[in-house]
């Protein structure tokens, strides 16, 4: 019997030896390796099998047929995670109402979003694209790797947890930008009676449904019952409060971010972040307490009134006090640039170079429920990597390559040496063309 | 009174003509095509052959010794023609006459003045249709004897309409009408939804909604005491059908991302989908193995597209040759679809278009049957049409040479046994001298008197169109050439509800307008001269 | 007695001299022990810098520290000049979402007559962030119209705005035209006639030129009609009489081109501002001898084929081909970054040392300044800064700022709310 079980215990095991799909294998030689959660190896190599990191150790000998990079001289760090964008999507906000759980940015994905490329020119492997802002209660997002080349259903990260874009403040009001059509709410305690009234409404609608199970089970009613309407808004909702989905919501304000947490313990449902969280220094200590965490920009303030007070110490300030603090770019532009926008975080804020680090690495991958995939790099984890000439928290850093599951998607060797043969076969024709002419 | 007088004549005078002329007539007729090479696109071609029409229908074809030609038979000598079955064109938006929009007067910042709920799941496009001889006749020229008109605006477009071209009448033209419920992946204005992601949910919830209407209709049929009374909802009700008993429903793709988007629809909902549009279908084909695919031929890369965003010359090449290579690539991944004409503004587009994508790689005799026998399989009439068979209707072509050859013209068309003459093209055309444009007015001198006209005239290069008003009535200029200053053109004039052709031929100046119409059996003179447009 | 009122005296005498030179400490200042990097000249290590009345009075290893000098210890410090913005609108712009806090935009075609400078708020919260920062200096233009107005320099501290004027105006400020770029997803708008806009723009500096010629003419002669007043020619004399130099923004390389071109022809003294497209015609730039100011290294380059990193490389494309060059924030709320755009041309192959010229000794030249600011030399106005680093990296933290020789606060809005929520329990 024993002998039996053995080998088909091993059989299974094989079983869950992940492979990914689009993951290949690679390994990266003698770069200083910052893995992010276990310190720092000056002189190392990473060896990635199947798109799953198989060792990081030194003096590790390429394995028949796996391609090397060589690292000499480089730093090599996780990919950068972004957890809040807007890119790889073909619409925005579904503005027509104040209320739209039910819409996903997954019917409108986009996988030839230049932006994608955008993404990779800056070491970013993975981001958190989302519904925008201008309801208090507008949709459902996705996490997405940044496989450019690839279609935007091999993109889609299905680890990730299920999130759901709330909004407070000056943009669910509508009051920073002219509208030819104003809709309930327009002040700030509107927009927190609109989500309670919503959520009302998904509890009762819950309560409608449970019933309609229940009395159909019992024998006396059945046959003539008609089913409530299914309603993808209230599903949407119900999900919420199921815990099926989590709440990430834009806010800036301490009070309004602090009402919000006062509606998800009257609901019952969980808030994975809030987005933007200018004024977050100022409730650091009930977001540590609550274990709520935030997603924000380094130093972009004072472009409205709400952000008036959004000062550059708030990340490095909230981390001290043991909130769990990300750094996002919401832009397409930003993208490129989120190590350098964690670096600020050790003049503003006091930071070392691995806190400022995790920042754009581990602490997002945390929010978006990926950590074990992603955000370090460990045995196990995705090899996603984005490899930097300088240290990744220096000014003068420039990311070099970025790998996802092993593949590499971004080379910037390469694309000069591109550029250079297509520059090339560009002045020949020109050449030829001015010689026809004479 | 002496206009009166004129009238009165000049109406009888043309009633005469109507009995006599003979540009086209109507089913009753018999034909014997003889002496063609004969392709019927679902058996092997016959080198030298007889089709046989009569009331319609093609009532036999084979080769010529083999077939007895009936007593009562016109003979169509067709000696060094190929005939073909009529083609389908499975997605056209033309034919519709939609009310005349006002450009969006919209100022900034201010509302949007209409509010379009993009839901007419119940909207019959027959209802709509205003078929032009014009339209009619470019697509006669091409050799296109059907058309399936799909309704343009909105989410839940509509339910399209089957039609062959034989005339002028609507009804006479349907051949199965609600063939299909159209939906397109575009958005409402002024209401939800806002963005094609509200887009979705809204057809999905429409799609739980007709499930939970049709259940709670059943339950209350079944027996409805102490059942609360359904509401009627029109929407609902016609969506029933493409919901629950699998009626075709057509999604109009525009990208690749449309289509996956359908598939997925198609997928959740268990619908009996096709996908049309689809100018970059190829790119997704591994997904395409079994949704039947209408393929759009024209070449603009989707705003989404790559192709489109990394500079112009990539743009350049996507129009001209990686778009146009579409429907070959389709091919060779063993992809069965339909080339339409969605997106394309005018029918001799299509001829082109087709051309170019058979020049890109598409192999002839597949763009034939994707213009023959696969629609009519798609849209499940193939019983009665997409090939030239026994029984099936008489939708024949007769073409000068190879079918979609660069010199080959299409020399007569046959739609539900109606026959039409395509007039040929002229021969050498000069460059036009001037614009004809705008507004003229004068007299038609005919041996019984003179009647006054005006005419409004459209120029594009060498093609002239535009109408004639008179007392008659409003009449289309259609197949009007300028070349240099000699102008031609043809009024199809509707008289006591026949038309008849009347041909003109003349000289054009920056004023003046002066030549001869003919008839069958008579002429008359025109002069027009130009009416000043109020300073500009 | 004698004794009594001799030791009085000499107590009096002493008592003056210690007040006098009590004055005196302010206005004298040694940092000492910092490395020096004067920018124009070589490194100096574990130096000493004396301030005296605002002025570097001397620099060097073994200076002579004179008594009454108030010495700062700056070992383990590096000494940099003050750094110049090239472009932003500090004091200009408080909110941007709020109309009633953006004073650089004005509504017309031409508008000459406008200066930046007097719009000046100098409480603005930016000021102090950039300051802190390092930046001593900045250009405050204003932006938007073809002829937007006249641009000053003014030093990151003061009372009033007259406090902060080092040079009004510094440049008139003018928006080369161009064909519209085209939107993404969107078809180009129909092209503009850039050209006609060209001529229209010449018009104007033609008449500028003979409403000059004409008042010079009637001056001479009274019989002459004296022409009226005009507004907006008044203020383009000193452009084209080549006076007052033009700062024209202009991006991609066909318009490069047309501008020198253009400046050439109206013989005025240019600068170029923005130039993302430069290193197309970097060569063009650089025989026509024009000075650039880049536009904030966040933009995205204006088209896909100038590669993503079009205009990150832009700054070594031209300093190669021997353009001068400085760097812009192009902001208020974030105009403390500029260091960060230096740096960033650097990570793309710009010489460090080039990078750091970019924001101290180039815009003192080019704006004319350089006799008064730019490097640390002797004779020029102590703007100084102290930092425990490289001032272009991102982890290093300003421990001091010397404006015209007298060191600045520190605290900002950001150090303010810190201080304020720290005392949270």
């Given at each position: 019997?024993?002998?039996?079980i053995?080998?088909?215990f091993?059989?299974?095991?094989l079983?869950?030896?992940?492979?990914?799909?689009?993951g290949?294998?690679?390994?990266?030689?003698n770069g200083?390796?910052?893995?992010?959660?276990?310190?720092?190896?000056?002189?190392?190599?990473?060896l990635?099998i199947?798109?799953?990191?198989?060792?990081?150790?030194e003096?590790?000998?390429?394995?028949?047929?796996?391609?090397?990079?060589?690292?000499?001289?480089?730093?090599?760090?996780a990919g950068?995670?972004?957890s809040?964008?807007?890119i790889?999507?073909?619409?925005?906000?579904?503005?027509?109402?104040?209320?739209?759980?039910?819409?996903?940015?997954?019917d409108?994905?986009?996988?030839?979003d230049?932006?994608?490329?955008?993404?990779?020119?800056?070491?970013?492997?993975?981001?958190?694209?989302?519904?925008?802002?201008?309801?208090?209660?507008?949709?459902?997002?996705?996490?997405?790797?940044?496989?450019?080349?690839l279609?935007?259903?091999?993109?889609?990260?299905?680890?990730a947890?299920r999130t759901?874009?709330?909004?407070?403040?000056?943009?669910?009001?509508?009051s920073?930008?002219?509208?030819?059509?104003p809709?309930?709410p327009?002040?700030r305690?509107g927009?927190n009676?609109?989500?309670?009234?919503?959520?009302?409404k998904?509890?009762?609608y819950?309560?409608?449904?449970d019933?309609?199970?229940?009395?159909?089970?019992?024998?006396?009613s059945?046959?003539?019952?008609?089913?409530?309407?299914?309603?993808?808004?209230?599903?949407?909702?119900?999900?919420?409060?199921?815990g099926?989905?989590?709440?990430?919501?834009h806010?800036?304000?301490?009070?309004?971010?602090?009402?919000?947490?006062?509606?998800?313990?009257?609901?019952?449902?969980?808030?994975?972040?809030?987005?933007h969280?200018?004024?977050?220094?100022k409730i650091?200590?009930?977001?540590?307490e609550e274990?709520?965490?935030?997603?924000?920009?380094?130093?972009?303030?004072?472009?409205?009134?709400?952000?008036?007070e959004?000062?550059a110490?708030?990340?490095?300030?909230?981390?001290?006090?043991?909130?769990?603090?990300?750094?996002?770019?919401?832009?397409?532009?930003?993208?490129?640039?989120?190590?350098?926008?964690?670096?600020?975080s050790?003049?503003y804020g006091?930071?070392?170079?691995?806190e400022?680090?995790?920042?754009?690495?581990?602490?997002?991958?945390?929010?978006?429920?990926?950590?074990?995939?992603?955000?370090?790099?460990?045995?196990?984890?995705?090899?996603?990597?984005?490899?930097?000439?300088?240290?990744?928290?220096?000014?003068?850093t420039?990311?070099?390559?970025?790998?996802?599951?092993?593949?590499?998607?971004?080379?910037?060797?390469?694309?000069?040496?591109?550029?250079?043969?297509?520059e090339?076969k560009?002045?020949?024709?020109?050449?030829?063309?001015?010689?026809?002419?004479? | 009174?002496?206009?009166?007088?004129?009238?009165?004549?000049f109406?009888?005078f043309?009633?005469?003509?109507?009995?006599?002329?003979?540009?086209?007539?109507?089913?009753?007729?018999?034909?014997?095509i003889v002496?063609?090479?004969?392709?019927?696109?679902?058996?092997?071609?016959?080198?030298?052959?007889?089709?046989?029409?009569?009331d319609?229908l093609?009532v036999?074809?084979g080769?010529?010794?083999?077939?007895?030609?009936?007593?009562d038979?016109e003979?169509i000598e067709?000696?060094?023609?190929?005939?073909y079955?009529?083609?389908?064109?499975a997605?056209t938006?033309?034919?519709?006459?939609?009310?005349?929009?006002?450009?969006?007067?919209?100022?900034?910042?201010?509302?949007?003045?209409?509010?379009e709920?993009?839901?007419?799941?119940?909207?019959?496009?027959?209802?709509?249709?205003?078929?032009?001889?014009?339209?009619?006749?470019?697509?006669?020229?091409?050799?296109?004897?059907?058309?399936?008109?799909?309704?343009?605006?909105?989410?839940?477009?509509?339910?399209?309409?089957?039609l062959?071209?034989n005339?002028?009448?609507?009804?006479?033209?349907?051949?199965?009408?609600?063939?299909?419920?159209?939906i397109?992946f575009?958005?409402?204005?002024?209401v939800?939804?806002a963005?094609?992601?509200?887009?979705?949910a809204l057809?999905?919830?429409?799609?739980?909604?007709a499930?939970h209407?049709?259940?709670?209709?059943s339950?209350?049929?079944?027996?409805?005491?102490?059942?609360?009374?359904p509401?009627?909802?029109?929407?609902?009700?016609?969506?029933?059908?493409?919901?629950?008993e699998?009626k075709?429903?057509i999604?109009?793709?525009n990208?690749?991302?449309?289509?996956?988007r359908?598939?997925?629809?198609i997928?959740?909902f268990?619908?009996n989908g096709?996908?049309?549009?689809?100018?970059?279908?190829?790119?997704?084909?591994?997904?395409?193995k079994k949704?039947?695919?209408?393929v759009s031929?024209?070449?603009?890369?989707p705003?989404?597209?790559?192709?489109?965003n990394?500079?112009?010359?990539?743009?350049?090449?996507?129009?001209?040759?990686?778009?146009?290579a579409?429907?070959?690539?389709?091919?060779?991944s063993?992809i069965?679809?339909?080339?339409?004409?969605?997106?394309?503004?005018?029918?001799?587009?299509?001829l082109?278009?087709?051309?170019?994508?058979?020049?890109?790689?598409?192999?002839?005799?597949?763009?034939?049957?994707?213009?023959?026998?696969?629609?009519?399989?798609?849209?499940?009439?193939?019983?009665?049409?997409?090939s030239?068979?026994e029984?099936?209707?008489?939708?024949?072509?007769?073409?000068?040479?190879?079918?979609?050859e660069?010199?080959t013209?299409v020399?007569?068309?046959?739609v539900?046994?109606?026959?039409?003459?395509?007039?040929?093209?002229?021969?050498?055309?000069?460059?036009?001298?001037?614009?004809l444009a705008?507004?003229?007015?004068?007299t038609?001198?005919?041996?019984?008197?003179?009647?006054?006209?005006?005419?409004?005239?459209?120029?594009?290069?060498n093609?002239?169109?535009?109408?004639?008003?008179s007392?008659?009535?409003?009449?289309?200029?259609s197949?009007?050439?300028?070349?240099?200053n000699?102008?031609?053109?043809?009024?199809?004039?509707?008289?006591?509800?026949e038309?008849?052709?009347?041909?003109f031929?003349?000289?054009?100046?920056?004023?003046?307008i002066?030549?001869?119409?003919?008839?069958?059996?008579?002429?008359?003179?025109?002069?027009v001269?130009?009416?000043?447009?109020?300073?500009? | 007695?004698?004794?009594?009122?001799?030791?009085?005296?000499?107590?009096?005498?002493?008592?003056?001299?210690?007040?006098?030179?009590?004055?005196?400490?302010?206005?004298?200042?040694?940092?000492k022990?910092a490395?020096?990097?004067?920018?124009?000249?070589?490194?100096?290590?574990e130096?000493?810098i004396?301030?005296?009345?605002?002025?570097?009075?001397?620099?060097?290893?073994?200076?002579n520290?004179?008594?009454?000098?108030?010495?700062?210890?700056?070992?383990?410090?590096?000494?940099?000049?003050?750094?110049?913005?090239?472009?932003?609108y500090?004091?200009?712009?408080?909110?941007?979402?709020l109309?009633?806090?953006?004073?650089?935009r004005e509504?017309?075609k031409?508008?000459?007559?406008?200066?930046?400078?007097?719009?000046?708020?100098p409480?603005s919260?930016?000021?102090?962030?950039?300051?802190?920062?390092?930046?001593?200096?900045?250009l405050?233009?204003?932006?938007?119209?073809?002829?937007?107005?006249q641009?000053?320099?003014?030093?990151?501290?003061?009372?009033?705005?007259?406090?902060m004027?080092?040079?009004?105006?510094?440049?008139?400020h003018?928006s080369?035209?161009?064909?519209?770029?085209?939107?993404?997803?969107?078809?180009?708008?129909?092209?503009?006639e850039?050209?006609?806009?060209?001529?229209?723009?010449?018009?104007?500096?033609n008449?500028?030129?003979?409403y000059?010629?004409?008042?010079?003419?009637?001056?001479?002669?009274?019989?002459?009609?004296y022409?009226?007043?005009?507004?907006?020619?008044?203020?383009?004399v000193?452009?084209?009489?080549?006076?007052l130099?033009?700062?024209?923004?202009?991006h991609?390389?066909?318009?490069i081109k047309?501008?020198?071109?253009?400046?050439?022809?109206?013989?005025?003294?240019?600068?170029?501002?923005?130039?993302?497209?430069g290193?197309?015609?970097a060569?063009?730039?650089?025989?026509a001898?024009?000075?650039?100011?880049?536009?904030?290294?966040n933009?995205?380059?204006?088209k896909?084929?100038?590669?993503?990193?079009?205009?990150?490389?832009n700054?070594?494309?031209?300093?190669?081909?021997?353009?001068k060059?400085?760097?812009?924030?192009?902001?208020?709320?974030?105009?403390?970054?500029?260091?960060?755009?230096?740096?960033?041309?650097?990570?793309?192959?710009?010489?460090?040392?080039?990078?750091?010229?970019?924001?101290?000794?180039?815009?003192?030249?080019?704006?004319?300044?350089?006799h008064?600011?730019?490097?640390?030399?002797?004779?020029?106005?102590?703007?100084?800064?102290?930092?425990d680093?490289?001032?272009?990296?991102?982890?290093?933290?300003?421990?001091?700022?010397?404006?015209?020789?007298?060191e600045?606060?520190?605290?900002?809005?950001?150090?303010?709310?810190?201080?304020?929520?720290?005392?949270?329990k």
């Amino acid at each position: 019997m024993k002998k039996k079980i053995i080998p088909i215990f091993l059989g299974f095991s094989l079983l869950f030896i992940p492979v990914l799909a689009s993951g290949q294998n690679l390994l990266i030689k003698n770069g200083t390796i910052l893995t992010v959660t276990k310190g720092t190896i000056p002189r190392g190599d990473i060896l990635i099998i199947n798109g799953i990191i198989k060792k990081i150790g030194e003096n590790i000998e390429a394995p028949e047929g796996v391609k090397t990079v060589d690292a000499s001289g480089k730093y090599v760090v996780a990919g950068i995670i972004d957890s809040h964008t807007h890119i790889a999507i073909t619409a925005g906000n579904e503005s027509s109402e104040a209320i739209t759980p039910e819409v996903s940015v997954r019917d409108v994905l986009n996988a030839e979003d230049t932006a994608i490329y955008t993404a990779l020119s800056g070491g970013v492997t993975m981001v958190h694209t989302m519904h925008g802002s201008g309801n208090p209660i507008g949709g459902q997002n996705i996490v997405l790797k940044m496989k450019w080349g690839l279609s935007a259903e091999e993109m889609i990260v299905h680890e990730a947890y299920r999130t759901l874009k709330f909004a407070l403040g000056e943009n669910p009001k509508q009051s920073n930008f002219f509208t030819a059509t104003p809709r309930y709410p327009q002040s700030r305690m509107g927009v927190n009676a609109i989500i309670r009234r919503e959520l009302l409404k998904a509890k009762n609608y819950k309560e409608q449904w449970d019933r309609y199970l229940k009395a159909k089970k019992s024998k006396k009613s059945a046959k003539n019952l008609i089913p409530p309407r299914k309603n993808l808004r209230m599903e949407a909702l119900a999900d919420l409060l199921r815990g099926k989905m989590l709440a990430r919501c834009h806010s800036y304000r301490a009070d309004e971010t602090l009402e919000f947490i006062n509606l998800s313990k009257e609901f019952g449902f969980k808030i994975a972040c809030f987005e933007h969280a200018s004024e977050a220094f100022k409730i650091a200590k009930e977001l540590a307490e609550e274990g709520i965490g935030t997603s924000v920009f380094l130093d972009s303030w004072a472009y409205k009134i709400e952000a008036y007070e959004g000062i550059a110490y708030s990340a490095g300030f909230c981390t001290k006090k043991g909130v769990l603090v990300s750094i996002n770019s919401d832009s397409s532009e930003r993208i490129r640039r989120l190590f350098n926008d964690a670096a600020k975080s050790m003049k503003y804020g006091g930071l070392t170079e691995e806190e400022a680090l995790k920042l754009v690495t581990i602490n997002p991958a945390i929010q978006l429920g990926v950590e074990k995939i992603a955000g370090s790099l460990e045995v196990g984890k995705h090899g996603d990597i984005a490899i930097f000439n300088e240290h990744p928290m220096s000014a003068y850093t420039r990311c070099d390559m970025t790998i996802i599951e092993g593949k590499i998607y971004f080379d910037r060797a390469q694309y000069l040496k591109e550029r250079e043969e297509e520059e090339k076969k560009k002045a020949e024709k020109e050449k030829k063309k001015k010689g026809e002419k004479k | 009174m002496k206009t009166k007088k004129f009238l009165v004549l000049f109406y009888f005078f043309l009633a005469f003509l109507i009995l006599v002329s003979s540009s086209s007539t109507y089913a009753g007729s018999v034909y014997a095509i003889v002496n063609c090479k004969v392709v019927p696109v679902a058996s092997s071609a016959i080198d030298k052959g007889v089709i046989i029409i009569r009331d319609g229908l093609i009532v036999s074809l084979g080769p010529s010794e083999k077939i007895v030609i009936p007593e009562d038979a016109e003979v169509i000598e067709a000696e060094g023609l190929i005939a073909y079955p009529g083609l389908i064109d499975a997605h056209t938006n033309l034919f519709l006459e939609l009310p005349k929009e006002e450009p969006a007067q919209r100022q900034r910042g201010m509302a949007p003045q209409e509010k379009e709920t993009g839901r007419y799941s119940d909207l019959t496009v027959f209802k709509l249709l205003k078929p032009k001889k014009t339209t009619i006749g470019s697509y006669h020229k091409i050799g296109v004897t059907t058309v399936l008109v799909a309704p343009k605006k909105g989410i839940f477009a509509g339910q399209s309409v089957l039609l062959n071209l034989n005339g002028e009448k609507a009804e006479a033209m349907v051949v199965k009408n609600s063939v299909a419920l159209q939906i397109n992946f575009t958005r409402a204005r002024g209401v939800y939804p806002a963005t094609v992601m509200g887009t979705m949910a809204l057809l999905r919830q429409s799609f739980l909604d007709a499930k939970h209407y049709h259940s709670h209709k059943s339950l209350y049929a079944s027996s409805s005491k102490g059942i609360k009374r359904p509401e009627y909802d029109p929407f609902l009700e016609a969506l029933v059908p493409f919901i629950l008993e699998r009626k075709p429903i057509i999604f109009t793709c525009n990208n690749q991302e449309d289509i996956k988007r359908a598939l997925r629809l198609i997928d959740e909902f268990k619908l009996n989908g096709f996908l049309s549009g689809a100018n970059e279908a190829w790119r997704v084909a591994d997904y395409l193995k079994k949704t039947p695919l209408f393929v759009s031929l024209h070449f603009k890369p989707p705003i989404t597209s790559i192709y489109v965003n990394k500079g112009e010359e990539l743009k350049e090449k996507a129009e001209k040759e990686i778009y146009p290579a579409n429907a070959s690539n389709l091919y060779k991944s063993g992809i069965r679809f339909a080339l339409t004409s969605y997106g394309l503004t005018k029918a001799s587009d299509y001829l082109k278009n087709i051309q170019k994508a058979i020049k890109a790689g598409l192999p002839k005799e597949e763009a034939l049957k994707a213009v023959t026998i696969h629609p009519a399989q798609f849209l499940g009439v193939n019983n009665i049409m997409g090939s030239l068979s026994e029984g099936k209707i008489a939708n024949v072509i007769l073409t000068s040479g190879e079918i979609f050859e660069e010199k080959t013209r299409v020399k007569r068309i046959f739609v539900d046994g109606v026959m039409f003459k395509i007039k040929k093209p002229p021969e050498k055309v000069k460059a036009p001298a001037l614009n004809l444009a705008g507004k003229w007015e004068g007299t038609v001198i005919s041996p019984m008197g003179e009647l006054d006209v005006t005419m409004e005239l459209e120029q594009e290069e060498n093609e002239i169109l535009g109408t004639i008003t008179s007392n008659f009535g409003i009449w289309e200029i259609s197949d009007g050439i300028l070349s240099g200053n000699d102008l031609t053109f043809t009024i199809s004039a509707t008289i006591m509800g026949e038309s008849i052709d009347m041909e003109f031929s003349g000289k054009a100046e920056e004023d003046l307008i002066e030549g001869t119409f003919s008839f069958s059996s008579g002429s008359a003179e025109i002069r027009v001269t130009r009416v000043p447009t109020s300073g500009f | 007695m004698i004794k009594r009122t001799v030791t009085f005296t000499v107590f009096l005498i002493l008592a003056f001299t210690f007040s006098f030179s009590q004055e005196t400490n302010a206005n004298l200042i040694a940092i000492k022990g910092a490395t020096i990097i004067p920018v124009v000249g070589e490194d100096i290590s574990e130096g000493i810098i004396l301030i005296k009345d605002g002025l570097i009075e001397d620099l060097g290893k073994d200076i002579n520290i004179p008594q009454g000098a108030k010495v700062i210890d700056a070992k383990g410090l590096f000494a940099y000049p003050g750094m110049i913005d090239g472009l932003c609108y500090l004091g200009l712009s408080e909110i941007s979402a709020l109309r009633s806090t953006i004073d650089y935009r004005e509504i017309g075609k031409v508008n000459s007559q406008l200066k930046a400078v007097e719009a000046l708020r100098p409480d603005s919260v930016h000021i102090p962030i950039a300051r802190a920062n390092g930046i001593t200096a900045a250009l405050v233009v204003p932006s938007g119209s073809l002829i937007a107005g006249q641009s000053g320099l003014i030093r990151l501290v003061g009372w009033t705005p007259e406090d902060m004027i080092i040079k009004s105006p510094v440049a008139m400020h003018i928006s080369f035209p161009s064909v519209p770029r085209r939107r993404r997803g969107r078809e180009a708008e129909p092209r503009e006639e850039p050209s006609k806009r060209v001529e229209e723009l010449k018009k104007i500096l033609n008449e500028a030129r003979y409403y000059e010629k004409r008042k010079e003419a009637a001056k001479k002669n009274l019989l002459l009609t004296y022409p009226d007043f005009d507004e907006g020619l008044e203020f383009l004399v000193p452009v084209v009489k080549g006076e007052l130099p033009v700062m024209i923004s202009v991006h991609m390389d066909k318009d490069i081109k047309a501008a020198i071109k253009f400046v050439q022809d109206e013989k005025l003294k240019p600068i170029f501002f923005g130039v993302e497209q430069g290193w197309k015609v970097a060569e063009d730039i650089k025989k026509a001898g024009i000075p650039v100011i880049f536009s904030s290294l966040n933009n995205m380059p204006p088209k896909w084929e100038d590669g993503y990193d079009g205009v990150y490389r832009n700054a070594t494309v031209l300093h190669k081909a021997g353009v001068k060059f400085a760097f812009s924030s192009q902001s208020s709320s974030l105009a403390k970054d500029l260091p960060v755009h230096a740096a960033k041309a650097a990570a793309f192959g710009l010489d460090r040392k080039e990078a750091l010229k970019g924001v101290t000794i180039n815009p003192a030249e080019i704006f004319g300044v350089d006799h008064l600011m730019g490097s640390l030399e002797k004779g020029k106005v102590a703007n100084i800064v102290l930092a425990d680093g490289d001032i272009l990296e991102l982890r290093t933290n300003i421990k001091h700022v010397f404006i015209d020789g007298k060191e600045v606060d520190l605290s900002n809005k950001y150090t303010e709310l810190l201080e304020k929520f720290k005392k949270r329990k």
